[in-house]
Nanobody, 115 residues
Framework: QVQLVESGGGLVQPGGSLRLSCAAS????????MGWYRQAPGKQRELVAA???????NYADSVKGRFTISRDNAKNTVYLQMNSLKPEDTAVYYC?????????WGQGTQVTVSS
Protein backbone atom coordinates (compact mmCIF):
# COMPACT_ATOMS: atom_id res chain seq x y z
CA GLN A 1 0.00 0.00 0.00
CA VAL A 2 1.13 3.54 -0.75
CA GLN A 3 0.19 6.65 1.22
CA LEU A 4 0.37 10.17 -0.14
CA VAL A 5 0.50 13.26 2.04
CA GLU A 6 -0.05 16.63 0.42
CA SER A 7 0.74 20.04 1.81
CA GLY A 8 1.13 23.66 0.77
CA GLY A 9 -2.35 24.75 -0.23
CA GLY A 10 -4.02 27.89 1.05
CA LEU A 11 -5.38 31.31 0.24
CA VAL A 12 -3.33 33.63 -1.96
CA GLN A 13 -3.98 36.88 -3.79
CA PRO A 14 -3.97 37.01 -7.59
CA GLY A 15 -0.41 37.20 -8.85
CA GLY A 16 0.90 35.36 -5.82
CA SER A 17 2.70 32.04 -5.49
CA LEU A 18 2.26 28.74 -3.70
CA ARG A 19 4.27 25.54 -3.60
CA LEU A 20 2.52 22.20 -3.22
CA SER A 21 4.29 19.09 -1.98
CA CYS A 22 3.26 15.45 -2.05
CA ALA A 23 5.28 12.83 -0.18
CA ALA A 24 4.79 9.13 -0.88
CA SER A 25 5.43 6.41 1.66
CA UNK A 26 4.70 2.71 2.14
CA UNK A 27 5.35 -0.21 -0.20
CA UNK A 28 7.36 1.66 -2.78
CA UNK A 29 9.89 -0.10 -4.95
CA UNK A 30 9.99 2.47 -7.68
CA UNK A 31 7.76 5.35 -8.60
CA UNK A 32 6.97 5.92 -12.24
CA UNK A 33 5.00 8.98 -13.24
CA MET A 34 3.92 11.59 -10.72
CA GLY A 35 1.46 14.34 -11.33
CA TRP A 36 -0.96 16.95 -10.10
CA TYR A 37 -4.62 17.22 -10.99
CA ARG A 38 -7.20 19.77 -9.93
CA GLN A 39 -10.93 19.95 -9.63
CA ALA A 40 -12.91 23.15 -9.39
CA PRO A 41 -16.53 23.22 -8.16
CA GLY A 42 -18.87 21.94 -10.85
CA LYS A 43 -16.03 20.90 -13.15
CA GLN A 44 -14.29 17.66 -13.99
CA ARG A 45 -10.91 16.78 -12.57
CA GLU A 46 -8.19 17.83 -14.98
CA LEU A 47 -4.47 17.19 -15.36
CA VAL A 48 -2.35 20.15 -14.35
CA ALA A 49 1.17 18.76 -14.74
CA ALA A 50 3.00 15.45 -14.81
CA UNK A 51 6.59 14.25 -14.63
CA UNK A 52 8.03 10.88 -15.60
CA UNK A 53 10.70 8.94 -13.75
CA UNK A 54 13.16 10.27 -16.31
CA UNK A 55 12.19 13.87 -15.68
CA UNK A 56 10.10 14.57 -18.77
CA UNK A 57 7.25 16.96 -18.03
CA ASN A 58 3.99 18.05 -19.55
CA TYR A 59 1.59 20.77 -18.56
CA ALA A 60 -1.96 21.87 -19.22
CA ASP A 61 -1.99 24.79 -21.63
CA SER A 62 -3.62 26.97 -18.99
CA VAL A 63 -0.62 26.72 -16.64
CA LYS A 64 2.31 26.65 -19.05
CA GLY A 65 4.89 29.26 -18.15
CA ARG A 66 3.41 29.76 -14.67
CA PHE A 67 3.62 26.35 -12.98
CA THR A 68 6.64 24.07 -12.61
CA ILE A 69 6.53 20.43 -11.57
CA SER A 70 9.58 18.73 -10.09
CA ARG A 71 10.41 15.62 -8.10
CA ASP A 72 12.94 14.44 -5.55
CA ASN A 73 13.34 10.71 -6.07
CA ALA A 74 15.37 10.28 -2.88
CA LYS A 75 12.43 11.66 -0.89
CA ASN A 76 9.67 10.13 -3.05
CA THR A 77 8.23 13.62 -3.27
CA VAL A 78 6.71 15.64 -6.07
CA TYR A 79 6.34 19.42 -6.02
CA LEU A 80 4.25 21.96 -7.89
CA GLN A 81 5.54 25.52 -7.87
CA MET A 82 2.67 27.82 -8.84
CA ASN A 83 3.45 31.41 -9.79
CA SER A 84 1.32 34.25 -11.16
CA LEU A 85 -1.76 32.60 -9.75
CA LYS A 86 -5.15 33.56 -11.14
CA PRO A 87 -8.65 33.25 -9.66
CA GLU A 88 -9.37 30.51 -12.20
CA ASP A 89 -6.64 28.40 -10.60
CA THR A 90 -8.89 28.01 -7.56
CA ALA A 91 -9.55 24.31 -7.04
CA VAL A 92 -8.75 21.28 -4.95
CA TYR A 93 -5.38 19.97 -6.10
CA TYR A 94 -4.70 16.24 -6.00
CA CYS A 95 -1.42 14.41 -6.19
CA UNK A 96 -1.31 11.26 -8.35
CA UNK A 97 1.49 8.70 -8.28
CA UNK A 98 2.07 5.54 -10.33
CA UNK A 99 3.81 2.66 -8.58
CA UNK A 100 4.22 -0.43 -10.76
CA UNK A 101 0.80 -0.94 -12.43
CA UNK A 102 -1.23 0.99 -9.87
CA UNK A 103 -1.92 4.63 -9.29
CA UNK A 104 -2.66 6.33 -6.01
CA TRP A 105 -4.30 9.62 -5.08
CA GLY A 106 -3.68 12.11 -2.34
CA GLN A 107 -6.47 13.51 -0.19
CA GLY A 108 -6.45 16.85 -1.95
CA THR A 109 -5.41 20.32 -0.85
CA GLN A 110 -7.45 23.47 -1.40
CA VAL A 111 -5.95 26.34 -3.35
CA THR A 112 -7.95 29.57 -3.34
CA VAL A 113 -6.87 32.59 -5.35
CA SER A 114 -8.81 35.65 -4.31
CA SER A 115 -8.35 39.25 -3.33
Amino acid sequence: QVQLVESGGGLVQPGGSLRLSCAASGSIFSINAMGWYRQAPGKQRELVAAITSGGSTNYADSVKGRFTISRDNAKNTVYLQMNSLKPEDTAVYYCNVWVALYDYWGQGTQVTVSS
